[in-house]
């Protein structure tokens, strides 16, 4: 049985199931939320996550993330 | 008020060019700009009117909020779709942030998001003003500063808290005319003008304008640009009010170049008093 990890993402309490071959990380949670990646950023645990470390920064229970993107503003 | 426009005809904060023509341009951090009105992209009744209208508008800078992605509709159409970031320069906002740190992580997100160090920042007091924060700007300017951001400040019509961020090493000043989204026009001209004369980077009017006049009046003052997102948004016809406001700047720029006769109390005849017939 694979885990069950709790994120705090934008917000709202969500469940993901662990992959088969390892831990979740931010790249594999925006590709199964299907975000455009060149257009969002993403803050965890109130810490930016730079782009080029998606792939290696792993997710844990608890986690708080922020997962924003530009929209129409004065 | 005549006082301070004399003044101010001697102190131009940008320099500009002897006719006002084509070569008239601004620049804030190193990038030089033609246009010198801003425009937001919100409050639109949707993308598409909004691009139309920034189009309209000539502005080659526009503001942009940063907002969590709505994870339940990710193929939504996004500003980028009709507000293309390789035509326009995005300028992120912190607007809705009432503490400092809000507005620095929006704006360090806002830097992942787009790649750019230039942003506008504002924290804000409670409704129903949305006055700046000066304090909480303060805070927010000190840390962005140092974390390399490159700010332009919207703050209190305050010359001393004016006078300090551009000592802190912010990029653009730009004081409120009138409350956000408040359409009453610059209700402080007169302290427009004496900050002003002590800013050296360039001064914008940001908030307050409702209509084309308000912002040739905030131009006229000799502000470097003006900054504004509701007088064309919320105007009946958008796309008309951004052409309008284009024109406005233009207008008033040009009269600040030009330089406005003296007032005086009394007639001063423009025909000749010789010559008359009898």
């Not at chain 2, 303060?138 to 974390?147: H, P, Q, R, S, T």
Request: with cysteine.
């Amino acid at each position: 049985m694979r885990d069950v990890l709790t994120l705090l993402l934008n917000g709202e309490n969500r469940q993901f199931e662990t992959p088969a071959r390892g831990p979740l990380s931010v790249l594999g949670l925006l590709t199964e939320l299907g975000l455009d990646m060149r257009k969002v950023a993403v803050e965890r645990n109130e810490e930016i996550v730079p782009r080029s470390r998606y792939a290696e920064t792993w997710l844990a229970s608890g986690d708080q993330l922020e997962i924003v993107h530009f929209i129409g503003g004065g | 008020m005549d006082q301070a426009m004399t003044d101010q005809d001697i102190h131009a904060p940008d320099g500009h060019a002897e006719n006002g023509d084509a070569e008239d341009v601004w620049t804030v951090a190193g990038r030089t700009f033609r246009s010198r009105l801003i425009v937001g992209t919100g409050r639109y009744k949707d993308l598409e009117e909004t691009g139309a209208a920034i189009a309209a508008s000539g502005a080659e800078i526009v503001t942009v909020a940063v907002r969590r992605v709505n994870l339940s509709d990710p193929k939504a159409p996004m500003l980028q779709d009709y507000v293309d970031p390789k035509k326009y320069t995005y300028l992120p906002n912190t607007a809705g942030c009432f503490t400092a740190n809000d507005a620095v992580r929006t704006l360090r997100l806002a830097r992942e998001a787009g790649g750019w160090n230039l942003v506008k920042l504002e924290v804000l007091g409670p409704p129903p003003l949305l006055y700046p924060d000066m304090r909480g700007t303060f805070e927010a300017a000190e840390v962005l500063i140092k974390d390399g951001f490159e700010v332009m400040v919207y703050c209190a019509d305050d010359p001393l808290a004016a006078k300090r961020l551009e000592e802190m090493g912010c990029v653009a000043i730009m004081p409120l005319g009138a409350p956000i989204g408040s359409g009453l026009g610059v209700q402080n001209p007169a302290m427009i003008s004496m900050m002003m004369e002590h800013i050296t980077v360039p001064f914008l009017v940001d908030a307050g304008v409702g209509t084309a006049s308000d912002a040739a009046i905030a131009m006229e003052l000799g502000c470097t640009a003006v900054l504004l997102n509701s007088a064309i948004a919320h105007a009946k016809h958008p796309v008309i009010m951004a052409r309008a406001m284009k024109h406005a700047i233009e207008a008033g720029r040009l009269a600040y170049l030009a330089g406005r006769m003296p007032r005086t109390m009394g007639a001063d005849p423009s025909s000749p008093l010789t010559g008359l017939i009898r």
